[in-house]
């Protein structure tokens, strides 16, 4: 079982960036495909960027339209981590942020949260001003 654990949430102000990370300790996540997820009270869980390998340490990553141009998924392999980077933040964007991870090496819908098997905790972004 991969289990995921999230960090980098915390109280920003609009227009401000973030970066999340996730990880997992004696796991690697390098080999497995790999999305962020947000939940705002009151609302489903939403697809935001995935990531997975289509070759050796090549990557295709995907972006929701709602978020692309302001949120960028990336790995940094040998620290094992997964990164959400988060520009230009507005209230809207004030959720839940979680991690998820597929057993399955390659997803063709993944945007639906349903593919995804290992998720975290989660991490709190509030953003206000």
């Known amino acids: 079982q991969v289990q995921l654990v999230e960090s980098g949430g915390g109280l920003v102000q609009p227009g401000k960036s973030l970066t999340l990370s996730c990880t997992s300790s004696?796991?690697?996540?390098?080999?497995?495909?790999m999305a962020w997820f947000r939940q705002a009270p009151g609302k489903d869980r939403e697809f935001l960027a995935a990531s997975r390998r289509i070759g050796s340490n090549v990557y295709n990553t995907a972006h929701a339209e709602s978020v692309k141009g302001r949120f960028t998924i990336s790995r940094h392999n040998a620290k094992n981590l997964v990164y959400l980077e988060m520009n230009d933040l507005k209230p809207e964007d004030t959720a839940v942020y979680y991690c998820?991870?597929?057993?399955?090496?390659?997803?063709?819908?993944?945007?639906?949260?349903?593919?995804?098997?290992?998720w975290g905790q989660g991490t709190q972004v509030t953003v206000s001003s």
């Open positions: 998820a991870g597929s057993r399955r090496s390659n997803i063709e819908n993944y945007q639906n949260r349903d593919e995804y098997d290992y």
């Open positions: 004696g796991h690697t996540l390098s080999n497995i495909p």
